[in-house]
């Protein structure tokens, strides 16, 4: 007797048709954290561009752009880093999982108002930075 069957062509993930929204107040408080590699401040708002279906981010493609959920702040020199070369090695070789950090950064973002939340990011980002030195 046969128990159950899994279709051949199932995709665990489902990539959506339409994009999520632009969050531009998101980004502007970005700008007000430390960089999340560094600790510098003087940051950008720097989009993860390769795609983790499981946090929910599926890439770049067809001319679109990664939504600002998956921004992080970095100071412009790793900022260039970032971009410059494979991304994925570069966020291994820092040992920070961005789709997670932007996701966390986010929570922080919605829950609490700007001040709170900027203490709270400040401190998460420094508790990661500490985390990958240990």
């Not at 995709?11 to 970005?30: A, H, M, S, T, Y």
């Not at 499981?54 to 970095?74: E, I, M, N």
């Not at 950090?101 to 998460?124: N, P, Q």
Request: include cysteine; hydrophobic fraction near 35%.
């Amino acid at each position: 007797m046969s128990g159950f069957r899994i279709a051949a062509n199932t995709q665990p993930f489902v990539i959506p048709k339409r994009r999520p929204e632009k969050k531009p107040d998101f980004i502007r408080w970005l700008h007000l954290l430390p960089c999340a590699v560094s600790d510098r401040y003087g940051v950008e708002a720097a989009h993860v561009s390769y795609a983790d279906p499981w946090y929910g981010c599926y890439g770049r493609g067809k001319g679109t752009k990664v939504p600002d959920l998956f921004a992080v702040p970095l100071h412009p020199e790793e900022h260039r880093r970032q971009h410059n070369g494979n991304e994925r090695a570069y966020w291994e070789a820092t040992g920070i999982n961005p789709h997670e950090l932007s996701l966390c950064l986010f929570a922080i973002y919605s829950m609490y108002d700007s001040d709170s939340a900027v203490e709270r990011a400040t401190a998460r980002i420094r508790a990661g930075i500490e985390r990958v030195k240990s």
